[in-house]
Nanobody, 130 residues
Framework: QAPLVESGGGLVQPGGSLRLSCAAS????????VGWFRQAPGKEREGVAC????????YYADSVKGRFTISRDSAKNTVYLQMDVLKPEDPAIYSC???????????????????????WGQGTQVTVSS
């Protein structure tokens, strides 16, 4: 099984909600900063949220602040992205990544296209349409 597997994507109407999951296998996700990224067609991949390993501090892109919530469930070795009030500009492939650097969340947005992150998931599609 792949080290990081995303799930929970799908089709939702504008204003609706989805919860994405990023499940780790073969390593303990609690020891890693974990971020969510998204890439829409024709656009660069961008970071949308990050949660630290040290104290579960969270970071959000301005475009999702107040609508998206990142959290982790240690027992399930999983990080979630709760997405509420989804907008027409939110559709994209959402991917999670993890890095052992305990300061990674402070610069995770700069690693959107980096192969240096310790782990990347394969992505899950989110579509917003009425």
């Amino acid at each position: 099984q792949a080290p990081l597997v995303e799930s929970g994507g799908g089709l939702v109407q504008p204003g609706g909600s989805l919860r994405l999951s990023c499940a780790a296998s073969g390593f303990t996700l609690d020891f890693y900063d974990v971020g969510w990224f998204r890439q829409a067609p024709g656009k660069e991949r961008e970071g949308v949220a990050c949660i630290t390993s040290s104290d579960d501090s969270t970071y959000y892109a301005d475009s999702v602040k107040g609508r998206f919530t990142i959290s982790r469930d240690s027992a399930k070795n999983t990080v979630y992205l709760q997405m509420d009030v989804l907008k027409p500009e939110d559709p994209a492939i959402y991917s999670c990544a993890a890095d052992i650097d305990r300061w990674w969340c402070t610069y995770y947005t700069t690693t959107a296209n980096s192969a240096d992150n310790d782990y990347w998931g394969q992505g899950t599609q989110v579509t917003v349409s009425s």
